[in-house]
């Protein structure tokens, strides 16, 4: 029950709005309203309710949390949705107002946070983009899959959207998000009388999610197993893009954070080509082990490039060289660059995610020097032999 006591704490207008969605009286909680008395009390009366209640409470609250959460405030935001300062109040009057637009913001969070967070995340990117639009037939992208999961029981929900580059401004994203029937799981329930307990079996969904980048050719999968991952690549290379799913075609490069740990030598250890004058470590995102928690440390100053992350893990007195205590999820790095030719004067942000993300792309002479040297170099991109892509 640990969604509901975050939502009674965090929501204000629309504490009630929670009840009244669980078909739940306000009476049995409160009397009246639950801005009448404090979460607390509010919380012990809900453990007095039926077990039918409080599972309601706790499957709206875990969706409430879900897009109460920065990205899924971002995503609100994106889609219009963002009505007060409070995440808890819109997210519960956004579920009141429009269930259908609330899933829709629930599945592009879903993508978008285990995009920066998860690890069933993979990306790759097509060395020349295949164009397509939202309505393609997917056809034998469901029968492909249909006979792979061995289940004719499986749904596909598409939508178009944009996405904030780091290099273009905003790109389009095609999503298809897969929803396949899971395992059986049985619990016992009060029947409809409340007079006998029953058993009762359902069949709960496994949620999957491709997207897709037609201007840029970049592929991504989410999917708690690899094996599925890779099924789902292969399948939508196929059947969607008619790709060929081969290494040569499509490619999935390692990111090795581990150099990190100490401040990088860049302009003394490489000879710096294409305008690039310098390199610095703007942020540095650490897991604390074996706990979940984790910090973000970022440089103080992003336009004279006088401070690194560096700097700021010193400041606060931690040790990135022990392994055991502490794991490196994510760098940024910043390249300073002046006019050369006719590659611009700019300054390209690298995100670098654990165990393959790369914000980085090959759109021009610059980048490709960034990308298949200066940071293979570094070892910070594990080179492959024959390498044509990188991972996004």
């Given at each position: 029950m640990k969604a509901v006591q975050?939502?009674?704490?965090?929501?204000?207008?629309?504490?009630?709005t929670f009840f009244e969605l669980c078909k739940i009286d306000l009476n049995a909680v409160s009397p009246g309203t639950t801005r009448i008395i404090t979460p607390k009390e509010v919380y012990k009366n809900i453990l007095t309710l039926d077990e039918q209640d409080q599972a309601r409470l706790e499957y709206v609250a875990i969706r409430i949390v879900g897009l109460a959460c920065e990205v899924g405030q971002q995503v609100m935001s994106d889609l219009s949705h963002n009505f007060t300062s409070n995440p808890y109040d819109n997210a519960l009057r956004l579920l009141a107002a429009n269930e259908?637009?609330?899933?829709?913001?629930?599945?592009?969070?879903?993508?978008?946070?285990?995009?920066?967070?998860?690890r069933m995340w993979d990306g790759y990117y097509l060395p020349t983009p295949v164009?397509?639009?939202?309505?393609?037939?997917?056809?034998?992208?469901?029968?492909?899959?249909?006979?792979?999961?061995?289940?004719?029981?499986?749904?596909i929900r598409r939508q178009k959207r944009q996405r904030h580059s780091?290099?273009?401004?905003?790109?389009?994203?095609?999503?298809?998000?897969?929803?396949?029937?899971?395992?059986?799981?049985?619990?016992?329930?009060?029947?409809e009388e409340g007079k006998d307990v029953v058993l009762e079996t359902i069949h709960p969904a496994r949620e999957y999610a491709v997207t897709y980048e037609p201007e840029t050719g970049v592929i991504e999968l989410y999917a708690e197993q690899v094996a599925i991952r890779n099924l789902l690549k292969k399948a939508f290379c196929e059947s969607v893009l008619e790709q060929e799913d081969s290494p040569e075609?499509?490619?999935?490069?390692?990111?090795?954070?581990?150099?990190?740990?100490?401040?990088?030598?860049?302009?003394?250890?490489?000879?710096?080509?294409?305008?690039?004058?310098?390199?610095?470590?703007?942020?540095?995102?650490?897991?604390?082990?074996?706990?979940?928690?984790?910090?973000?440390?970022?440089?103080?100053?992003?336009?004279?490039?006088?401070?690194?992350?560096?700097?700021?893990?010193?400041?606060?007195?931690?040790?990135?060289?022990?392994?055991?205590?502490?794991?490196?999820?994510?760098?940024?790095?910043?390249?300073l660059c002046e006019a050369v030719g006719s590659l611009p004067k700019e300054t390209i942000t690298v995100k670098l995610r654990a165990p393959n993300g790369c914000s980085l792309r090959d759109l021009s002479q610059r980048e490709r020097y960034l990308n298949h040297d200066l940071l293979v170099q570094m070892g910070v991109l594990l080179e492959d032999k024959d390498d044509e892509a990188t991972s996004v």
């Open positions: 975050q939502v009674l704490q965090g929501a204000d207008l629309e504490s009630d259908s637009d609330f899933r829709k913001a629930e599945e592009i969070r879903y993508v978008e946070y285990h995009r920066h967070h998860g164009p397509l639009d939202k309505d393609v037939d997917l056809t034998d992208f469901v029968q492909k899959l249909r006979d792979q999961f061995n289940n004719d029981k499986l749904v780091d290099h273009q401004g905003l790109v389009t994203v095609l999503q298809f998000m897969i929803y396949r029937e899971g395992l059986p799981v049985s619990f016992e329930v009060l029947d075609k499509l490619k999935l490069r390692q990111i090795n954070l581990e150099i990190f740990r100490q401040r990088p030598d860049f302009e003394d250890s490489f000879d710096l080509k294409h305008g690039v004058m310098e390199v610095t470590v703007k942020n540095i995102d650490i897991q604390t082990l074996p706990g979940r928690g984790g910090a973000i440390l970022k440089a103080t100053s992003r336009k004279f490039f006088d401070k690194d992350a560096y700097q700021t893990i010193e400041d606060l007195g931690i040790n990135l060289l022990n392994p055991n205590k502490l794991r490196i999820r994510g760098v940024t790095l910043a390249f």
